[in-house]
């Protein structure tokens, strides 16, 4: 009995397992081209996720629109143009460069270079503040002494 | 003046921050405004013998709600819809997204049906052709077939009044 129930359970694992993953066990090189260009996708539902990490049912759907097109010989350029012409540029992970994305690729250049303008503003103020040091004759006696190998007194 | 640089850095960031917390990211701009509403031919839900395609639409101004009974926010919207519809300012249809006939039916039969028609899109295909990714969503559509406003999210009166309702005047002309 107890036997029965065991192959009976397994029967229905295998069958749920089975059940579970019929795409990407079809075809391997196909299914690596969809993860590929699905990384690169954002999922709009679950934003700071991709669409291939998500498993909300939009990215699901658009997912198998990835692959059936894919088998439809479109190229990866071909399926990003479809994605953005429904979702605009914001489901690309690389937007292209142009007018509206311009703060977005331009401003942390941007940013640095008014830093590196602060730290020489900076630096050349801070050099008009302190004078340069200047030896006294003292001083250089001094020097000279322990530069001798002396032990180079204490002046006065 | 050194030491209130400080605060004024602080006022800079605080302006930046507290306009970033006013900005909704769920509202990404759709690439489809002034675009051609992307053509279908559904089943209508009511009689799915029939169909109801955009063809069918030109020459009107028309409103595209995407609605599903699964569809929690569309129950905020819903009342809303349903008062406007009684106005009959212009036909709204509804297109019923990845919902089942069953379903969409009782709860129109509960909640009240604002809809001139429902087309029944099952598997969502049509919804991804309109960049649908957060129900419901509220397209409106102008004689010539091009989509001039969207809204994602619940349409709230304020919109209705605001924005739908004076775009709509002017399209109708």
């Not at chain 2, 349409?155 to 209705?160: A, K, N, P």
């Amino acid at each position: 009995m107890k036997a029965v129930f065991a192959i009976l359970l397994l029967v229905l694992c295998a069958q749920s397992a089975a059940r579970e993953a019929p795409s990407a066990a079809a075809d391997p090189v196909l299914e690596e081209r969809v993860i590929k260009l699905t990384s690169d996708l954002r999922c709009l539902v679950c934003q700071n996720q991709s669409l291939a990490d998500s498993h909300a049912d939009l990215a699901i759907d658009l997912k198998n629109q990835v692959r059936s097109q894919m088998q439809a010989g479109k190229s990866d350029a071909e399926i990003r143009d479809y994605m953005v012409a429904r979702y605009g540029d914001f489901v690309l992970y690389d937007p292209p460069f142009k007018s509206s994305t311009l703060l977005l690729w331009a401003g942390p250049f941007a940013l640095m270079l008014i830093g590196l303008a602060g730290l020489a503003v900076y630096l050349r103020s801070r050099r008009r503040r302190l004078p340069a040091a200047e030896l006294t004759p003292s001083d250089r006696a001094r020097a000279e002494a322990l530069l001798r190998g002396g032990s180079g007194s204490e002046p006065q | 003046m050194k030491r209130f640089l400080p605060l004024g850095i602080f006022l800079v960031l605080a302006v930046f921050l507290a306009a970033g917390l006013g900005l909704n990211p769920r509202e990404v701009p759709s690439p489809l405004i002034d675009k051609a509403a992307p053509p279908f031919r559904l089943p209508q839900l009511q009689d799915p013998g029939k169909s109801l395609g955009t063809e069918d639409l030109k020459g009107k101004v028309w409103i595209l709600n995407v609605w599903a009974s699964w569809c929690v926010a569309c129950l905020e919207e819903h009342p809303i819809l349903v008062e406007f519809s009684k106005q009959n300012v212009l036909p709204i249809y509804g297109l019923n997204y990845k919902d089942t006939p069953e379903a969409a039916l009782k709860w129109l039969g509960k909640h009240g049906n604002p809809y001139t028609l429902s087309m029944e899109d099952r598997d969502g295909r049509v919804g991804i052709d309109y960049g649908v990714y957060g129900v419901p969503e509220t397209y409106v559509i102008d004689r010539n077939g091009i989509i001039r406003y969207k809204r994602i999210g619940p349409v709230t009166v304020q919109i209705l009044e605001q924005k739908i309702l004076p775009l709509v005047r002017q399209l109708q002309g």
